[in-house]
C-alpha cells in the first residue's frame, strides 16, 4: 500500500508564494516520476508539473517561470509556487506513478485579497 501525504497548503495574497511537499510511503517497487496535479472549482484535473526518475521535468504553460518541481529525497517531491494569482486557487494533488498512479488527498491552495 502505498500513501502519499500532502502539506504546505493555505491562504495566500496575489503575488505571494507557497511550498507544497509530497512524502511518500510504502511498499513502493520503483518510482517512474512524481508530480503535482491541480483540480479548480467546476474544472478537471490538470497537470501542474512532474519530474521524471531521470530529472526531467514538465509544466503546465500557466506556471512555467513561476513554480518549480524539486526532489528533496527519493520518495519526497515539493513544488515552490511563486507570483501567485487567483487562477491557481485550486486543490492541488500529489501523484506517483510506479506501475500505476496514486494520489494524494489533496492540500487546498487559495489565492485571494
Same mark, same amino acid.
Given at each position: 500500500q502505498v500513501q502519499l501525504v500532502e502539506s504546505g497548503g493555505g491562504l495566500?495574497?496575489?503575488g505571494g508564494s507557497l511550498r507544497l511537499s509530497c512524502a511518500a *510511503?510504502? *511498499?513502493i517497487f520503483r518510482i517512474n516520476r512524481m508530480g503535482?496535479? !491541480?483540480q479548480a472549482p467546476g474544472k &478537471? !484535473? &490538470?497537470l501542474v508539473a512532474l519530474m521524471t *526518475? $531521470? $530529472?526531467v521535468t514538465n509544466y503546465a504553460n500557466s506556471v512555467k517561470g513561476r513554480f518549480t518541481i524539486s526532489r528533496d529525497a527519493a520518495n519526497m517531491v515539493s513544488l515552490q509556487m511563486n507570483s501567485l494569482t487567483p487562477e491557481d486557487t485550486a486543490v492541488y494533488y500529489c501523484n506517483l506513478y510506479s506501475l500505476i498512479d496514486y494520489w494524494g488527498q489533496g492540500t487546498l491552495v487559495t489565492v485571494s485579497s
Open positions: 495566500v495574497q496575489p *510511503s510504502g *511498499s503535482w496535479y !491541480r &478537471e !484535473r &490538470e *526518475s $531521470g $530529472g
